[in-house]
């Protein structure tokens, strides 16, 4: 999966402008404004982030049922002022696009990850054929914050986040973390960006502490190979009796059959080597790989932590070691968000071969 590219050019801007800013270099957005463990503090009191997002807007009266053949999720009913987030899933059933859904009286707002909106735009024009569905693209800015959104943004379209909680037709394989988390993202027109007061924004750094601590996926744990299953996704993105759509049948066979090959976790990691963990470190059971880390964060009450995806067979019960790009060797303690048992919903019982039916001895005559 692409990593996030640059942020619109608008969000840019008004980042540029941002006293103490430090800036992401992929995204150009704030990294943090000073104090990254207190702007945890502040974004939950409702401070703004400014998120490195593409925003699509569907209009037209085939847009809800027709996204809704085409995705995960079950939206052809989805009312004025919901939220909802679907997948986009390739046939083998592996997350291709992340989507956070937003209705209004007139439109369909979509948003996703910087870098993805071309493509997504690009495979929603194909599949559209003869539907009276208009695609448009539009100049606006993101910004998420995990309070509630003051007075002069209360207008704005602005995406709720369901989770933890299950959606209807979801399923949640792992309990929540026990972390607090309150998420919006609001679509905001440039005007409105830029006439918030700088002192109401902090960077991202705080928001994925939040993220993390609170075990909900991202785009940041897909790769090439992930299905929703592994993420515990199917708590909130995908709909298990609706009719179908592409990748239905891995999501089905393997929530009622199988067992996802990998699954998340969320790690509590040793901070007295201060070696910073990040992206695409490995992470070890005893001495065997196990997989690796996807998002890594310091929290303001739990210290260093991390998501990593590994190997469902890793024993839920083990503590790991994450291996960084400089060698050293950090100590994580694991807590299960999606445990190995998940899966085999409804795996019928076993029964034994024709050939294999053990028949009562025959006496000799």
């Given at each position: 999966m692409s990593a996030a590219m640059s942020a619109p050019e608008t969000?840019?801007?008004?980042?540029?402008?941002?006293?103490?800013?430090v800036l992401d270099e992929a995204t150009g957005l704030p990294l943090h404004v000073g104090n990254p463990i207190a702007e945890q503090r502040r974004l939950r009191?409702?401070?703004?982030?400014?998120?490195?997002?593409?925003?699509?807007?569907?209009?037209?009266?085939?847009?809800?049922?027709?996204?809704?053949?085409?995705?995960?999720q079950a939206i052809e009913q989805l009312a004025p002022g919901a939220s909802t987030e679907s997948l986009v899933l390739s046939p083998e059933g592996r997350i291709e696009h992340v989507m956070r859904l937003h209705q209004t009286t007139d439109a369909l707002w979509i948003v996703v990850d910087a870098g993805t909106g071309d493509a997504l735009e690009?495979?929603?024009?194909?599949?559209?054929?003869?539907?009276?569905?208009?695609?448009?693209?539009?100049?606006?800015?993101?910004?998420?914050?995990?309070?509630?959104?003051?007075a002069e943004l209360a207008g704005a379209p602005a995406w709720v986040d369901g989770w933890p909680e299950v959606a209807p037709g979801g399923?949640?394989?792992?309990?929540?973390?026990?972390?607090?988390?309150?998420w919006s993202e609001l679509i905001l027109t440039p005007a409105e960006a830029e006439g918030i007061a700088s002192d109401r924004f902090v960077g991202s750094m705080a928001a994925a502490a939040l993220r993390i601590a609170a075990g909900r996926p991202s785009l940041a744990e897909v790769d090439e190979r992930t299905i929703p299953h592994e993420l515990d996704w199917l708590t909130t993105a995908v709909h298990?009796?609706?009719?179908?759509?592409?990748?239905?049948?891995?999501v089905a066979k393997v929530h009622n059959l199988g067992a996802p090959?990998?699954?998340?976790?969320?790690?509590?990691?040793?901070?007295?080597?201060?070696a910073p963990v990040a992206h695409g470190d490995e992470v070890l059971a005893g001495e065997k790989p196990a997989g690796a880390v996807t998002s890594a964060a310091i929290h303001d009450e739990l210290g260093p932590i991390a998501l990593a995806v590994v190997k469902r067979s890793t024993p839920a019960d083990e503590d790991l070691v994450v291996r960084t790009a400089d060698g050293t060797a950090v100590a994580a303690g694991q807590q299960v968000l999606v445990p190995p048992t998940a899966g085999h919903?409804?795996?019928?019982?076993?029964?034994?071969?024709?050939?294999?039916?053990?028949?009562?001895?025959?006496?000799p005559a």
């Open positions: 969000a840019r801007r008004i980042a540029a402008a941002l006293p103490d800013a009191a409702g401070s703004l982030v400014l998120l490195p997002r593409d925003v699509l807007r569907l209009s037209g009266p085939d847009t809800l049922p027709w996204l809704d053949s085409i995705t995960s690009t495979w929603l024009t194909r599949m559209r054929f003869y539907k009276q569905v208009e695609i448009e693209r539009p100049e606006v800015v993101v910004v998420g914050t995990a309070g509630e959104p003051s399923v949640r394989y792992g309990e929540p973390t026990g972390e607090p988390w309150r298990l009796a609706k009719g179908c759509y592409r990748g239905q049948e891995t090959p990998r699954r998340v976790v969320l790690l509590h990691l040793d901070g007295s080597e201060n919903a409804n795996r019928p019982p076993r029964l034994p071969r024709v050939g294999a039916v053990k028949r009562p001895a025959v006496p």
